[in-house]
């Protein structure tokens, strides 16, 4: 007898959630936003390559060319994109690359976790510091926090950090990245705050970006007293607390680099880094970036 069903079993009605999640992402690709797939987990949905290696192996930034380098795989290609996405069939959402051109984004993530009230934070910084929060887009989580989309300029590193400049703020700077509007995870959907999914990142308010940024390089080539300074650098990463920890490792790496003992150091600075609480595949990292992100045109 003929059947009157109008989806056949095996046609499903309606797409999947990694089909929807591409769909998300090349429509942010097209604005200049980089994207990799994510997992409900909203961490990266490749696994990485590189597993198995003992963590004093080089860390590969997609070097060895094959996905799965978190991050390091964003693009904006729509046939790079799609591979991704192809080798993620699980994907329900996507990340956007902070820090890399056009947009140079930074993430301001507003928590609501712990009774914090990070939008009043913020606010408080603002009096403060004397800037104002431009109008730009926003993305609401499902636990009712905000990620304010702000653009950085192309000379300045912002790293990330939770937590260390308010309680219940986090940012998203080089490195990191955001979850994009429309990504579905195990918690809810990520979406665009009404009014504001057409604008542009806004350039973040010189007071803040100072605020975000670590402190001035200096100029002054390390003659006379390396081991010094040397120390100086390992124990400013020592005498960190949770929070800024990653923060902490990746200044002093950079002036570590900065100063032409970057190599020299690592070990050490590694190595404070995993007696404050990072592991060792998270201190390498951090070092890995800051030697990359000092390392001139």
Request: glycine share 10%; charged share 15%; with cysteine.
């Amino acid at each position: 007898m003929a059947t009157t069903d109008r989806h056949p079993p095996h046609s499903p009605p309606h797409p999947s959630l990694a089909t929807l999640a591409l769909a998300h992402a090349l429509s942010a690709a097209e604005r200049g936003l980089a994207v990799i797939p994510l997992a409900r987990t909203k961490l990266p949905a490749l696994p990485s390559p590189h597993r198995g290696d003992p963590p004093t192996a080089p860390r590969c930034h997609g070097e060895c060319g094959l996905p799965g380098h978190g991050v390091y795989d964003a693009s904006t290609d729509p046939r790079r994109i799609r591979a991704l996405f192809a080798a993620a069939p699980r994907a329900t959402g996507y990340g956007i690359a902070c820090g890399l051109a056009p947009h140079h984004l930074i993430g301001v993530d507003l928590d609501t976790k712990s009774g914090t009230d990070a939008s009043a934070a913020l606010r408080e910084l603002a009096l403060r510091h004397l800037f104002t929060i431009p109008d730009t887009v926003v993305v609401a989580t499902p636990s009712g926090g905000r990620h304010l989309w702000l653009s950085g300029p192309p000379d300045a590193v912002v790293p990330n950090s939770a937590s260390r400049l308010a309680p219940g703020i986090d940012i998203r700077g080089a490195g990191g990245y955001l979850v994009g509007p429309g990504s579905r995870t195990e918690h809810g959907v990520y979406s665009t705050v009404p009014g504001t999914g057409h604008l542009p990142p806004a350039p973040c308010p010189p007071a803040l970006l100072r605020l975000l940024t670590p402190p001035p390089r200096t100029h002054h080539p390390m003659t006379g007293r390396p081991g010094q300074h040397g120390l100086g650098l390992v124990q400013f990463v020592l005498s960190a607390h949770e929070g800024q920890r990653n923060t902490r490792l990746f200044w002093a790496a950079c002036r570590a680099y900065e100063n032409g003992v970057g190599d020299t150091l690592a070990d050490a600075l590694a190595d404070a880094a995993v007696r404050t609480g990072l592991t060792e595949r998270e201190a390498r990292s951090t070092i890995a970036s800051a030697a990359r992100l000092t390392a001139g045109p």
